[in-house]
C-alpha cells in the first residue's frame, strides 16, 4: 500500500508539471518553429540527461531494452511534442487541453498491450466515463477551422500514450529517470541535426516569453516531468496512474486562462470536472 500510494503522489506531481507543457508550447510557437521547437527541447533535455547518466555513472541499457527505448522517444521525445507544437497553430491551449482528457485510455489500452497490467471491468468503465467526457465535448465544439489541429492532437495523444506505458514498463527495469535520459540521449543524432538546420535566420524578434516557453518545455516537460512521472507509473500501476492525467487539462486550462489569457467556457469546466471525478473511481477499482 506503501509502494501504491507513492506511486500516485510521484505520478501526481508530474502531471502538475505536465499541465504547463500545452501552454508553454503555445508560447514558443508564436516565434519558433514547431519543428526547431520539438528539435531544441529534445537536444537540451538530452544534454542535460546525458551528463546527469555520467555524473552518476549509470549502467548502458542492454540489447533488449533498446526497442523500448526507441518506443519511448518516438512517443514522447518526438511524437507528441512535434504533432500538438504543430496542433497549437491551429487551435488554442485551451482546445488543445481538452483532447488529454483521452490520454488516460490510450495508456491504459497500451499498458494491457504491451505490459501485462489486466485492470477489472469498473476500472475500465470509469476511464471510458473519463474519456466521453472530453471527447464528447471535443465532438460538440470542433469545426472546420479547428479539424487540422483536432486530428494533430488526436495523433499527438496516441503517440503519448503508447510512450508512456512503454516507459513506465521499461522504469520497473531500468529505473524512471534513467529512461527518459537514455530515450533523450538516443534521439540527439537525429534532433541535434535537425535544430541545426532548422536554427531560425535571426533571434532578435523572439519574445521572452517565446524563451520562456521554450526553456520549461526542454527543463520541466521533458526531463523533470518525466523524472516523476515515470516513477508513478512503474509503482503504482500503469494503467491506474495513468487515469491522474484526466486532471491535467483541469490544471491546464487554469493555466491557459492566467497566462495566455484564453477563454475558458462552461462546457470546458464541465467536461473536466467530469473527468476528474472519474479519476477518483478509477483510482479505487484500479487493483
Known amino acids: 500500500m506503501k509502494k501504491l500510494t507513492q506511486g500516485w503522489i510521484s505520478g501526481f506531481i508530474g502531471v502538475v508539471i505536465f499541465a504547463g507543457s500545452l501552454p508553454a508550447t503555445r508560447l514558443a ?4 518553429d514547431p519543428v526547431f521547437l520539438t528539435a531544441t527541447r529534445a537536444t537540451l533535455a538530452a544534454l542535460l540527461g546525458g ?28 511524437g507528441f511534442p512535434l504533432l500538438s507544437a504543430m496542433a497549437l497553430q491551429y487551435v488554442t491551449s485551451a482546445h488543445a487541453m481538452v483532447f488529454l482528457g483521452v490520454l488516460p485510455l490510450f495508456t491504459a489500452i497500451f499498458a494491457v ?12 468503465l470509469f ?26 492532437m488526436l495523433g499527438a495523444v496516441i ?24 530515450a533523450l540521449v538516443l534521439s540527439l543524432p537525429i534532433m541535434l541535426p535537425i535544430m541545426w538546420f532548422t536554427w531560425p535566420e535571426s533571434l532578435i524578434e523572439v519574445s521572452a516569453t ?5 526553456i520549461y518545455v526542454s527543463l520541466f516537460s521533458m526531463f523533470i516531468g518525466f523524472i516523476f512521472w515515470y516513477r508513478g507509473l512503474a509503482l503504482g500501476g500503469i494503467a491506474a496512474v495513468g487515469q491522474l492525467q484526466l486532471m491535467q487539462p483541469f490544471m491546464g486550462l487554469a493555466l491557459a486562462a492566467l497566462l495566455l489569457h484564453e477563454m475558458v467556457s462552461t462546457g470546458m469546466l464541465i467536461s473536466t470536472l467530469g473527468a476528474v471525478a472519474c479519476v477518483v473511481g478509477a483510482k479505487k477499482y484500479a487493483v
Open 113 to 124: 498491450w504491451r505490459g501485462d497490467e489486466r485492470p477489472p471491468a469498473l476500472f475500465w
Open 127 to 152: 476511464a471510458l466515463l473519463g474519456s466521453l467526457f472530453v471527447a464528447g465535448y471535443a465532438a460538440l465544439n470542433s469545426d472546420s477551422t479547428s479539424l487540422i489541429g483536432g486530428l494533430l
Open 210 to 214: 517565446a524563451w520562456a516557453g521554450l
Open 51 to 78: 551528463m546527469v547518466l555520467l555524473m552518476l555513472k549509470q549502467r548502458l541499457p542492454t540489447k533488449t531494452d533498446l526497442p523500448a527505448l526507441t518506443i519511448v522517444t518516438l512517443g514522447v521525445v518526438i
Open 159 to 182: 503517440a503519448c500514450g503508447l510512450g508512456y506505458a512503454e516507459g513506465g514498463r521499461l522504469s520497473r527495469v531500468l529505473g524512471g529517470w534513467q529512461v527518459i535520459s537514455w
Open 29 to 32: 510557437v508564436m516565434d519558433f
